[in-house]
């Protein structure tokens, strides 16, 4: 049996290759990260951080004798930002929230990979205002479906 794909790196991928920003003057490109975790370091190469992780994972059987199964699971797609020379924090948060919508509506019916198709379930902002800048954070909730035959 060969190794499966795992669907995190997938979604990763389907971000990573079609996320495109600017800065607020609308000309500059954005430096863009996905990454599985967020590290403070990350600021010093990037504008915008983008954090991609399993929330959680569930099996439904699709035939009488469980052979067909829907792999379920939602994933956290979290969204980090802040303020910097260029680039208004709150701004860049509601462009990266507008940009991921975008590219999973736009690849709902075919994300590629392991992936059979995927939509948005939600999100959530949990800034940290007690940081200096203010750290401006959004969770995407992107529920995956994969199909397998056992």
């Not at 863009?32 to 951080?49: H, T």
Request: with cysteine.
């Amino acid at each position: 049996m060969s190794v499966a794909e795992d669907p995190k790196e997938t979604l990763k991928n389907l971000i990573k290759s079609n996320i495109v920003l600017y800065k607020d003057d609308n000309i500059t490109r954005v430096n863009v990260l996905v990454a599985d975790e967020y590290v403070e370091e990350f600021w010093q190469k990037y504008d915008v951080i983008i954090t991609v992780g399993l929330g959680s994972d569930k099996e439904r059987l699709m035939s009488l004798g469980g052979t067909w199964r829907d792999i379920v699971a939602d994933y956290q797609v979290g969204v980090w930002t802040r303020d910097q020379t260029g680039i208004s924090g709150q701004k860049m948060r509601w462009k990266t929230i507008r940009e991921v919508t975008r590219i999973v509506n736009e690849n709902m019916k075919n994300p590629s990979g392991i992936l059979n198709w995927i939509k948005l379930a939600g999100c959530t902002d949990a800034d940290r205002i007690d940081l200096k800048p203010v750290l401006y954070h959004s969770d995407i909730r992107v529920e995956t479906h994969r199909y397998e035959n056992t």
